[in-house]
């Protein structure tokens, strides 16, 4: 049978690049979220796959200073030393 889209022929080959887009920014608002900058990769993660963090951000809010002052009061009152 013969595919039909509403967007046409162009709109299904734009498809994967734009669901990509999409999970990107839901990945970079939600590390902006937890006050993890997305466009820094750690050493002991690999970001967003294969290199996200080499392109840019985004996320759809500021990165958030509130996660990092909820672990510093939680593991200040545990006594633990890992964040």
């Not at 299904?12 to 990509?20: D, E, N, Q, R, W």
């Not at 590390?31 to 294969?50: E, L, T, Y």
Request: glycine share 10%.
């Amino acid at each position: 049978g013969v595919a039909r889209s509403p967007v046409g022929v162009y709109g299904l080959l734009a498809l994967p690049f734009c669901t990509l887009a999409m999970e990107k920014s839901i990945y970079d608002t939600v590390q902006a979220w937890q006050g993890i900058n997305p466009n820094v990769r750690p050493k002991d993660r690999g970001g967003f796959p294969s290199g996200g963090a080499n392109l840019p951000s985004f996320s759809l809010i500021p990165i958030q200073n509130r996660h990092r002052e909820l672990v510093k009061r939680f593991t200040s009152q545990t006594g633990s030393t890992t964040s």
